[in-house]
């Protein structure tokens, strides 16, 4: 991935058609210099990243994003080509001015006017590339794993003399920036210990886009309002949902009462109905439950016994319908032999002897 | 759309504490085990019902009186004739429709014979009386009647 010699230059300016979020398809990224640092030095800056054990936050400036995507859609130069063309505007004019280390006035000029040309060039591919999203080129690489942070110093060159650096210590991100004329501020290492990334297309090309594009300060307070709103008819979905979650299992278990309520009542009804039916069934039947009526065959089989075992049997029932008459009671002589059905006897002062047995005993049984 | 944690635990708070309320607030149905229990009493009604249907119905009121008094006439009893007045109606709600007859004769003779027929019909015995080797016995023959015929039908 990296080494200490240049494996290819690449430029801010450029459009570079890259991976989509999650290797999904792939996408045009322009890239801006995104610096670590405890604070940006810019007062646009915006947090790109925040602070984590490995690397201070991370800053994008809004100039640069608006100014890469006005760049990618052909309306501007970016800064990174700006930077570059002034860097080769003054190695020309170096050369041409006794070796001084400020272009020139006439370079400068001379410089403009090639990027403006160059602008013109691209305008037509700009109008393909006006989706572009941006990232900070820290990010990206960092994102896709091909910065060795125990390196101190990585860099991504321009040109052999510019490029993008990324200071590290001991193993944390302390601060990146854009390099000029070989000086790479805020560290006594030189260009010649820096691991160098390779750049060209053909690596970039195989690179992943990180999830998060850079926004500019106006937009992240857009995106938290529009989070803000999103979150307010979540919850108001949310709380109609319930509703109606809660207004359907109401309805529900009352349709259930409703109907195990009926249930019951037909039921109920039904068996109301059913027993006031075998009431009358039973009635009107001839069942074994009722005929031969019990209380008149113990009666009369008594009689008859009483009457063949004993002799001038006398009796009066009047009436023995009726709860109140609880035993029959006859009188008589004693009796010429044994007794089947249960009763009792008295014998009364003149030799007869009452006998008693009650209604609902049995006719068999031994005597008392 | 992302979701985060906090929104989650919102709309699970929400719906909770919603269809607690819904749960709260509405009737509570019978428990089915009730309904299933009332259910299961109409098959037992309904199975009774069957089995009632197979026993045999009261007979004719007219034409078993008829044929108990040929009966009697055979044990050697005498029909005692009973005044029938509209008392012969059902006196309680489960009793079928009556006629009160009387017969007496001869105690051994009537006593067995009154035994067999009350094995025979469906009869209640009212009242006996047994004196001087005469029973006497009044008694109430059950049957099915159309209301009409009552009178006059059972003055025999």
């Not at chain 1, 949310?238 to 019951?264: F, H, K, M, Q, T």
């Not at chain 2, 309320?21 to 509405?26: D, G, N, P, R, Y």
């Not at chain 2, 309904?46 to 108990?68: F, I, T, V, Y």
């Not at chain 2, 012969?88 to 006593?111: I, K, L, R």
């Amino acid at each position: 991935m990296s080494s200490r010699a240049a494996k290819g230059h690449f430029s801010l300016d450029d459009v570079h058609k890259i991976g989509g979020v999650g290797g999904i398809g792939s996408r045009n990224v322009v890239f801006i210099s995104d610096e670590y640092a405890e604070v940006s030095r810019h007062p646009d800056g915006v947090v790109l990243q925040q602070k984590t054990a490995s690397s201070l936050p991370s800053w994008v400036r809004d100039a640069d994003i608006e100014r890469a995507r006005n760049f990618a859609a052909g309306l501007t130069t970016s800064q990174g080509s700006l930077a570059v063309g002034l860097q080769r505007s003054a190695t020309v004019g170096a050369n041409n001015a006794d070796a001084s280390e400020q272009p020139t006035r006439k370079g400068i000029a001379a410089s403009l006017a090639a990027l403006r040309q160059k602008k013109a060039e691209a305008a037509p591919k700009a109008v393909v590339n006006s989706g572009a999203a941006v990232y900070g080129f820290w990010q990206t690489a960092l994102h896709n794993g091909v910065v060795d942070l125990k390196a101190p110093l990585t860099v991504a060159p321009f040109t052999d003399r510019s490029g993008l650096f990324l200071l590290t210590h001991e193993g944390r991100i302390v601060s990146s920036g854009i390099f000029r004329a070989g000086l790479i501020p805020g560290t006594e290492h030189s260009l010649d210990q820096a691991v160098v990334l390779d750049v060209s297309e053909s690596t970039l090309r195989g690179w992943k886009v990180p999830s998060e594009p850079c926004m500019t300060s106006a937009e992240k307070l857009r995106a938290r309002q529009r989070q803000r709103d999103t979150r307010a008819i979540r919850i108001m979905v949310s709380a109609v949902g319930s509703a109606a979650i809660a207004l359907g299992l109401y309805l529900y278990l009352s349709s259930l009462a409703v109907e195990r309520a009926n249930a019951l009542s037909a039921a109920s009804a039904r068996s109301a109905e059913i027993d006031s039916q075998n009431a009358e069934i039973r009635r009107l039947r001839f069942t074994s439950e009722r005929y031969p009526d019990g209380e008149s065959i113990i009666a009369l089989a008594a009689v008859q016994q009483l009457y063949y075992a004993t002799q001038s049997l006398r009796l009066e029932w009047p009436n023995i319908l009726g709860p109140e008459f609880v035993a029959f009671e006859v009188s008589a002589s004693p009796p010429v032999h044994e007794l089947t059905f249960r009763h009792t006897q008295r014998v009364n002062p003149d030799g007869t002897v009452v006998y008693r047995w009650n209604k609902g005993e049995g006719a068999l049984g031994a005597s008392q | 759309m992302k979701f985060e944690r906090i929104d989650i635990f919102i709309g699970l708070g929400l719906l909770f504490v919603l269809t607690f309320l819904a749960w709260l607030v509405s009737p509570t149905p019978v428990a089915a085990e009730i309904v299933s229990g009332a259910e299961q009493r109409v098959q037992l009604s309904e199975l009774r019902q069957a089995q009632l249907k197979q026993q045999p119905a009261l007979p004719d009121l007219p034409s078993a009186w008829q044929q108990l008094n040929i009966d009697w006439q055979h044990c050697g009893l005498t029909i005692v004739n009973v005044p029938q007045v509209m008392d012969s109606e059902p006196q309680s709600p489960d009793e079928p429709p009556f006629w009160t007859g009387e017969v007496n004769g001869p105690a051994g003779v009537g006593a067995t014979c009154l035994y067999l027929a009350f094995q025979r019909y469906p009869m209640r015995l009212v009242a006996l009386n047994v004196t001087d080797d005469v029973v006497t016995a009044r008694y109430r023959l059950y049957g099915t009647h159309d209301p009409i015929r009552i009178i006059g039908a059972n003055t025999q």
